[in-house]
């Protein structure tokens, strides 16, 4: 069955509730989940071909709203943080507010 970026929103706050995950990895998958719900989003609201790749899609925002481009980039870069950088620590506090961040970039992009 299809799914939409919403959906990758709905397990990040699932995974975020439970009490047994704060090990790092939880916070890493946490920022991933995130991080791809944002962007299939803006992709859809963009109305881009599903075969868009990321830089594309930053790309074209950039181009609408900069402001809003660079806030995905942004999250971009924190995403392959958490997916590469495994000496750096990522705390459960960081992955919330990441997670409130990219919450909050998706209302103003529901604005614009």
């Not at 970026?5 to 699932?14: C, I, M, P, R, S």
């Not at 899609?57 to 943080?81: A, C």
Request: hydrophobic share 30%.
């Amino acid at each position: 069955m299809p799914i939409n970026g919403n959906a990758f929103l709905e397990f990040t706050e699932w995974l975020q509730r439970q009490t047994s995950c704060e090990s790092e990895i939880c916070s890493r998958c946490s920022i991933n989940r995130a991080y791809y719900g944002a962007f299939h989003i803006t992709k859809d609201f963009l109305i881009m071909d599903e075969k868009s790749g990321h830089r594309d899609v930053i790309r074209e925002l950039k181009s609408r709203n900069e402001y809003l481009g660079n806030r995905l980039y942004d999250f971009f870069e924190e995403r392959k943080d958490a997916d590469y950088r495994l000496r750096y620590n990522f705390r459960r506090a960081k992955a919330d507010r990441l997670v409130s961040e990219i919450k909050e970039f998706l209302e103003e992009l529901g604005k614009t």
